[in-house]
């Protein structure tokens, strides 16, 4: 089985401008390597994301998060799920600026990009420009925001932390302070 940390590193250099052939070509890397698709959007105008399922979780974190075991990925709660991403962002483009009730997330950086994160809603501060293999944690009503860089795509590793084991963590968890696409 191949390892896809090791693969999805030939896409972090890729001048492909079709963001479909990108997305597709994780979706291969990442079958190959074992893992199951749960969820996969193209249609973000930042650029995408594939999501992979639950039990794919610790697989995931072994791989793009190998300093962090399963129990503290999952916040201190062993029977925590975790739900893995790969974050795929066009060039120039960004994210909501955001929080989440009922999640934190851990995002490993497998090229360049930038983050703004900030306790305050009304303020984002200044840009953080990330390196690849920079790791940044964010805490459940953290805002914060994913930014590409330009010239390139950015690819991030993302692992969302289900803070509330009633009731985990979805896509209608994401509330948008503000938003360059005005959704």
Not at 11 to 22: A, C, G, R, S, W
Not at 106 to 120: C, P
Not at 123 to 138: L, R, S
């Amino acid at each position: 089985m191949a390892e896809f940390s090791q693969n999805i590193n030939i896409l972090k250099d890729t001048h492909e401008e079709d963001k479909t052939v990108i997305m597709n070509q994780i979706v291969t890397l990442a079958e190959q390597a074992g893992y199951t698709i749960a969820d996969l959007d193209i249609a973000r105008p930042w650029g995408g994301f594939v999501r992979f399922d639950y039990k794919d979780g610790d697989q995931f974190v072994g791989e793009f998060f190998p300093d962090v075991d399963p129990v503290e990925a999952r916040l201190g709660n062993p029977d925590a799920e975790l739900s893995p991403k790969i974050l795929l962002v066009a060039p120039g483009q960004r994210l909501s600026w955001q929080m989440h009730h009922r999640r934190a997330e851990r995002w490993a950086f497998l090229n360049d990009g930038a983050y703004y994160k900030s306790m305050n809603p009304d303020e984002m501060g200044e840009i953080i420009y990330a390196k690849a293999g920079d790791v940044v944690q964010f805490e459940a009503g953290e805002c914060h925001r994913l930014a590409g860089v330009e010239g390139a795509y950015t690819l991030v590793a993302e692992i969302w932390q289900h803070t509330d084991p009633n009731q985990p963590s979805d896509e209608d968890d994401i509330v948008r302070l503000q938003d360059d696409y005005k959704r």
